[in-house]
Structures are given as structure tokens and as C-alpha cells.
């Protein structure tokens, strides 16, 4: 079966200091990955999805970004955090071998900028 | 474009209840419609989905039917737990490739 894994859980970073969010699925083969936030109080926003290795799509203008240096492997930066980047970030994959377009989505990282 | 518009929460039920969070949407085309649950400190959980009109997804107890008439996809179940406190997104998505689109959510709870 798949899984998939983000970490850290929890993050308290101060203003300014980069990011590195990780994202791993197992048991599928070339999925489609996708970064979302959900901000407190507010519903969830596409911020990048990737078809493919080195291959990202943006959503959202914005100082963060994305990268996918492996197949199953999917990362979230940003070299200067700011306070509005707080919140709920969920990695989430769809399968690409099926013709079904549900996507399942992981544990996800709290940030707060401090 | 495309949209979904959820009822506001919080919605507030004794154990045993009947549940209806009322989910419309705008879409173009025939989009996909889903409903995904989210437990206290957790990521998205997919509880349902339907593909095409009139289709009826279901799961634990849960259900929703896809009306294209009245553009809506109202979850239900018929008698509430305590476990079934959370929030509920409804979400559509038309193309493959592309992002779902949530509401904005509804947060369930349920006392005994």
C-alpha cells in the first residue's frame, strides 16, 4: 500500500531563516505531487504540484518554492521566511496510472514564523 | 471559475443525530466531487468521492450524492458519533492535472 511522510511535524522558525520541508511517498510509482497550505481559519491553497522529476508548477507568487530531486521525493524552501508563511502545509500525491482523481494527502508540518 | 461553497460551521450535534453539511459548487464542464475529513491535528483524510452526476459516494456511515441539476454534493449520515467530530471539506477537481478546490470547511462537533 502507499504511504506518505512529511516532516518535521512542527516547526518554530524566526523571520528570516530559510525553510526545508520534506515530503516521501512509497508504493507508487511517478506520481503527481502537490504542496497546499492551509492558513488558520482558511480553507486549503494549492501552492505548487509537479508532474514529474525537476519538473514544478506555481500556483502563488510568492518567497517560497519547490523542488523535486527524486521520483517520490518532494521539497517546500524558502530562503527568507516571513510571518505570513505561518501555518498547515500538507504534501499530498495522486497516482497517475489510474484514470480516478482523488489525492491523499500527508500528516502535514505546522510552521510558525515567529 | 471554479468554486466551492460549503455551509459555515461550527455545526453542533448530540450523539445520534442526523448530519447534513451542505456543499455546492461552480464548475465548468463535469468536474469530480469529493469529501475529505480532517481530525484535530492531522492531515486530509478522503472520505468520499463521486465522478459523474447522479453517482452516490459512501463510506463509514457517510454519504453524498453528485446532483448536477442543483450543482450540489450534500454530505449526510444518519446518525452521528463522538469520533465523528472534525472538519469536512468538500472539493472538486475537472482536470487531472490541477488542484483541487476546497471549501472553506465545516467543523463538526459531536457531545454524547
Known amino acids: 500500500s502507499q504511504t506518505i511522510h512529511q516532516w518535521p511535524a512542527t516547526l518554530v522558525q524566526p523571520v528570516g531563516s530559510p525553510l526545508s520541508l520534506e515530503c516521501t511517498v512509497e508504493g507508487t510509482s511517478n506520481p503527481n505531487l502537490y504542496w497546499y497550505r492551509q492558513a488558520a481559519g482558511r480553507g486549503l491553497q494549492l501552492l505548487f504540484y509537479s508532474v514529474g522529476i525537476g519538473q514544478i508548477s506555481s500556483e502563488v507568487p510568492q518567497n517560497l518554492s519547490a523542488s523535486r530531486p527524486q521520483d517520490r521525493q518532494f521539497i517546500l524552501s524558502s530562503k527568507k521566511l516571513l510571518l505570513s508563511d505561518s501555518g498547515f502545509y500538507l504534501c499530498?500525491?495522486?497516482?497517475?496510472?489510474?484514470?480516478?482523481?482523488?489525492?491523499?494527502f500527508g500528516p502535514g508540518t505546522r510552521l510558525t514564523v515567529t | 471559475g471554479n468554486s466551492v461553497t460549503q455551509m459555515e460551521g461550527p455545526v453542533t450535534l448530540s450523539e445520534e443525530a442526523f448530519l447534513t453539511i451542505n456543499c455546492t459548487y461552480t464548475?465548468?464542464?463535469?468536474?469530480?466531487l469529493f469529501w475529505y475529513v480532517q481530525y484535530p491535528g492531522e492531515g486530509l483524510q478522503l472520505l468520499l468521492k463521486a465522478t459523474k452526476a447522479d453517482d452516490k459516494g459512501s463510506n463509514k456511515g457517510f454519504e453524498a450524492t453528485y446532483r448536477k441539476e442543483t450543482t450540489s454534493f450534500h454530505l449526510e449520515k444518519g446518525s452521528v458519533q463522538v469520533s465523528d467530530s472534525a472538519v469536512y471539506f468538500c472539493?472538486?477537481?475537472?482536470?487531472?492535472?490541477?488542484?483541487?478546490?476546497f471549501g472553506k470547511g465545516t467543523t463538526l462537533s459531536v457531545s454524547s
Open positions: 499530498a500525491w495522486k497516482s497517475r496510472s489510474t484514470s480516478s482523481y482523488e489525492q491523499y
Open positions: 472539493a472538486l477537481i475537472w482536470q487531472a492535472g490541477t488542484a483541487l478546490i
Open positions: 464548475a465548468t464542464g463535469y468536474p469530480s
